[in-house]
């Protein structure tokens, strides 16, 4: 049986696979991790623009009338090959566009799933607010080979959950 996290962590990756009218780059795969990939497997892997989406620190409430507010570090990377050309440096203008259509791309879709009321993020065990802290961005991580643009965004996700449920 998954964790009330591990279906939020799951309806996060569906709402960021969903197809949004206007997205700059639409991810060619999305998926939950333990740990950021090697680089190298990404590449050998012939996906251009891939998410990975990774939970950290959980902090739980003291229970309430039976239900416990759980608060969760979620990390979302958002990768996209800029092809097999010299590496580009951060300074160019265009890796900065990049990085900032991947993660306006992100928020996009992070929205429309929040704000949908038939959407998976909002069901009987409770409201799940994604954006319950300061959304961090982190416009360029490291990339060993340079051919990447990988942004981060970093938000709190937070959601009720019964006492007695994982």
């Known amino acids: 049986m998954a964790s009330r996290l591990q ?8 709402a960021l696979a969903a197809t949004l ?4 780059y639409p991810p060619d795969q999305v998926k939950a991790v333990l740990f950021w990939p090697d680089e190298e497997a ?4 012939g996906l251009r623009t891939v998410y990975f989406v990774r939970q950290g620190r959980q902090t739980d409430g003291l229970p309430d009338s039976g239900t416990v507010t759980t608060t969760v570090e979620v990390y979302i990377l958002a990768a996209r090959w800029l092809g097999t050309e010299a590496p580009q440096a951060m ?3 265009a890796r900065w566009a990049v990085s900032a259509d991947l993660m306006a791309d992100v928020q996009a ?3 429309a799933a929040e704000n949908n009321p038939a959407g998976k993020l909002s069901g009987t ?3 799940v607010t994604l954006f319950a802290g300061p959304v961090e961005i982190d416009h360029e991580r490291p990339s060993d080979t340079g051919q990447w643009v990988v942004p981060e965004l970093r938000t709190l ?3 009720r959950r019964e006492h007695a449920d994982r």
């Open 7 to 14: 279906t939020v962590i799951e309806a996060l990756v569906t």
């Open 21 to 24: 009218a206007g997205t700059a």
């Open 42 to 45: 990404v590449q050998k892997s």
């Open 91 to 93: 300074q160019d203008t």
């Open 109 to 111: 879709k992070l929205l």
């Open 125 to 127: 065990a409770g409201l």
């Open 157 to 159: 996700v937070r959601f």
